[in-house]
């Protein structure tokens, strides 16, 4: 069974950087796509971004397009985004997410972690 844990949220001053990671505490996963997904208070959960099995190919929302880096370690099952210039409207519970079936923004995806709070204060 897969187990995503997210960890690297926090609370940040708006114009910092941050780093999130997401872990398969099992080590036995290496899934073909692996996104990040924010949901904010009151909004509906959204893409951030997303990388494929080798890392060459990688995907963006255009919110945080130039300002982030989705990256990934296949040999330590771990995935990384890192925002810079952080904005009070990055605020939400970022969570990170893996499939097989190749899916990139569309949610449905088949392992969700539990999710990290980010608040950036202005």
């Known amino acids: 069974q897969v187990h995503l844990v997210e960890s690297g949220g926090g609370l940040v001053q708006a114009g910092r950087s941050l780093r999130l990671s997401c872990a398969d505490s099992?080590?036995?996963?290496?899934?073909?796509?692996m996104g990040w997904f924010r949901q904010a208070p009151g909004k509906e959960r959204e893409f951030v971004a997303a990388?494929?099995?080798?890392?060459?190919?990688?995907d963006y929302a255009n919110s945080v397009k130039g300002r982030s880096t989705i990256s990934r370690d296949n040999n330590k099952n771990t995935l990384y985004l890192q925002i810079d210039s952080l904005k009070p409207e990055d605020t939400a519970v970022y969570y990170c997410?893996?499939?097989?079936?190749?899916?990139?923004?569309?949610?449905?995806?088949?392992?969700w972690g539990q999710g990290t709070q980010v608040t950036v204060s202005s």
């Open positions: 990388i494929n099995w080798s890392g060459i190919g990688t």
């Open positions: 997410a893996a499939n097989n079936r190749g899916n990139w923004r569309n949610p449905n995806y088949d392992y």
């Open positions: 099992t080590r036995t996963f290496s899934p073909r796509t």
